[in-house]
């Protein structure tokens, strides 16, 4: 038998290139602490890496609670089905089933949504590394003596 784990595929796939991405970066040194006459520092954006990789936690942590809640779920409807109600069973398992679509894919999506936007700022970086805009002034073709 055949399984398919796609969303075990990507969330190894977006944890590979989150870690990547980070080992890329340069580290700086610390800055003092604020005094009170400077403003306390901004925080700074996350890294397309730190994008990719948030994403990746986000997707496990909704299959993690999608796998609670139908196990839950499976648990009440087997206490019901062992006191004999088995409409209640019933209604337990598919709360439990309604649930845990609801929490995969919700985490599915946040996290899928965050991969591509780390994704696309990282392949960003690539392409428009090194091109910044240069305000000096062109040397003219006719130098003067």
């Not at 075990?8 to 977006?14: D, E, R, V």
């Not at 730190?50 to 986000?58: E, Q, R």
């Not at 337990?92 to 089933?97: C, D, S």
């Not at 609801?102 to 994704?119: E, H, N, R």
Request: aromatic residues 2%; glycine residues 18%; hydrophobic residues 30%.
């Amino acid at each position: 038998m055949r399984h398919r784990s796609s969303t075990t595929f990507i969330a190894l796939l977006a944890f590979a290139f989150a870690i990547c991405t980070q080992s890329g970066q340069s580290q700086t040194t610390p800055t003092p602490p604020p005094t009170q006459t400077q403003a306390p520092p901004q925080p700074q954006p996350r890294s397309p890496g730190g994008d990719v990789g948030s994403g990746a936690g986000d997707i496990g942590k909704g299959t993690a609670k999608g796998t609670g809640a139908a196990a839950e779920g499976v648990g009440k409807g087997a206490g019901d089905l062992v006191t004999l109600h088995p409409l209640n069973a019933a209604g337990n398992v598919g709360k439990g089933a309604a649930v845990t679509g609801k929490d995969v894919g919700v985490g599915a999506a946040k996290g899928t949504g965050k991969i591509a936007k780390g994704t696309g700022r990282g392949i960003g970086k690539i392409f428009h590394h090194g091109h910044h805009d240069d305000n000096t002034p062109a040397p003219s073709p006719n130098p003067q003596n």
